[in-house]
T-cell receptor
Framework: RKEVEQDPGPFNVPEGATVAFNCTYS??????FFWYRQDCRKEPKLLMS???SGNEDGRFTAQLNRASQYISLLIRDSKLSDSATYLC????????????FGKGTRLHILP | DTGVSQDPRHKITKRGQNVTFRCDPI?????LYWYRQTLGQGPEFLTY????????KSRLLSDRFSAERPKGSFSTLEIQRTEQGDSAMYLC???????????FGPGTRLLVL
């Protein structure tokens, strides 16, 4: 099992729709989690951290399920500008610090 | 602009040549990371520094790769005897501390002919 797995997509979603991505991780020692957004040929940029209790930022909601070892990202009322690749990031802190990026999920918002 | 900067932005080189990239992190950030990213993949961790100390190196970092952060500020990544498989985007990121948000530079795109 890969350390961090994401559905690569692409997800083709009409504007205004709601879309959700999941990201699974294999190491239960993982301690912090993030969603990054990456536009074509650009660097990744932080979208939001993922907290244990779940958190929301405008149209974006992130959830963490430690028991099932996955995080999710929900985008409501999607905009054309949401088209990008969404990267899941898992940090493991301990004897061996590891920072693992998923391969990303591509999202295309259709007009 | 007080973000992470990288230089050069693009580099084309012939196989067998050595290349060096520079990263200037956000000034108050103790941690500095190097990643490699190829098309269709997420960034792959190469190495990171806590101040001037190199704390972790990925198995991806062969002996042709070396990174330094001599004064705990900017960092360099050198690739010796480049191979075509080294062609990728090399990303640098910095953070305040462990498990904190990483801020990425624009990357150096390397093409080895």
């Amino acid at each position: 099992r890969k350390e961090v797995e994401q559905d690569p997509g692409p997800f083709n979603v009409p504007e205004g729709a709601t879309v959700a991505f999941n990201c699974t991780y294999s190491n239960s020692a993982s301690q912090s989690f993030f969603w990054y957004r990456q536009d074509c040929r650009k660097e990744p940029k932080l979208l939001m951290s993922v907290y244990s209790s779940g958190n929301e930022d405008g149209r974006f909601t992130a959830q963490l399920n430690r028991a099932s070892q996955y995080i999710s990202l929900l985008i409501r009322d999607s905009k054309l500008s949401d088209s990008a690749t969404y990267l899941c990031v898992v940090n493991m802190v301990g004897r061996d610090d590891k920072i693992i990026f998923g391969k990303g999920t591509r999202l295309h918002i259709l007009p | 602009d007080t973000g992470v900067s990288q230089d050069p932005r693009h580099k084309i080189t012939k196989r067998g040549q050595n290349v060096t990239f520079r990263c200037d992190p956000i000034s108050e950030h103790n941690r500095l990371y190097w990643y490699r990213q190829t098309l269709g993949q997420g960034p792959e961790f190469l190495t990171y520094f806590q101040n001037e100390a190199q704390l972790e190196k990925s198995r991806l970092l062969s002996d042709r790769f070396s990174a330094e952060r001599p004064k705990g500020s900017f960092s360099t990544l050198e690739i010796q005897r480049t191979e075509q498989g080294d062609s990728a985007m090399y990303l640098c990121a910095s953070s305040v501390g462990l498990a904190e948000t990483q801020y990425f530079g624009p990357g150096t795109r390397l093409l080895v002919l």
